[in-house]
């Protein structure tokens, strides 16, 4: 009786990958043909968390907004990892094995958790986390100028009149000037130089 020849392990991927092709492409045959097809203005709008948009998408973002989601991402991500820990730290054969295991896991998760949470300290008093700031910070330097020669030059500033200047206003006449002969430097003495007496030149 003939053995059956077994799969290999990248013969078992290729079969997995053919069959959730397969499976995805049914799916969406599926529901191309069962569902129903009725657009309409507001199912062809584009979702904005429940807003109804409006103008152009084409507008500067609020910079808080990329702040606030990158906050997000870190923290979400960095606790992605309590769970293989709190696998880990349960496993009773390890804590068994050495009883000072399951106190090494607990610090050293307080150790990571606390990084985490005076990460968050530090963005909390930065005022990352306000959407709308109510009282903006104006800087202030140690200017011998006081702030109200300022403002008084900014009201003169203000004051003076655009002059539009065309090709026909009288303007200044400006004599041209000659430009001045280019004086090349000589050398101060001309190299020789002699052939060698081995030339056929010099026979």
């Known amino acids: 009786m003939n053995e ?35 657009p309409n203005p507001e199912k062809l709008a584009s979702y904005e968390c429940g807003e109804e948009p409006t103008g ?12 606030i989601a990158l906050i997000f991402l870190l923290f979400d991500v960095e606790m992605v990892f309590i769970f293989p820990w709190a696998t880990v730290y349960a496993n009773a054969s390890l804590i068994a094995a050495d009883n000072r295991w399951g106190l090494f896991t607990l610090i050293e998760m307080f150790t990571f958790a606390g990084i985490l949470i005076l990460g968050l300290v530090y963005v909390w008093r930065k005022g990352d986390l306000d959407w709308i700031k109510a009282k903006p910070v104006i800087p202030t330097t140690n200017s011998p100028i006081p702030l109200s020669l300022y403002e008084e030059l900014n009201i003169k500033q ?29 050398p101060m003495f001309k190299p020789s130089f002699k052939k060698a007496s081995n030339e056929p030149g010099n026979e």
């Open 4 to 38: 059956v020849s077994q799969i290999s392990e990248f013969g078992k991927i290729f079969i997995f990958l053919i069959t959730g092709f397969v499976l995805v492409g049914m799916t969406l045959f599926l529901s191309k043909l069962l569902s129903p097809n009725k």
């Open 56 to 67: 152009t998408a084409w507008i500067p973002f609020n910079t808080r907004f990329y702040v």
């Open 158 to 186: 203000a004051a003076f009149k655009k002059i539009l200047i065309t090709e026909q206003s009288t303007a200044t006449p400006h004599h041209e000037v000659p430009p001045k002969p280019v004086v090349v430097n000589k």
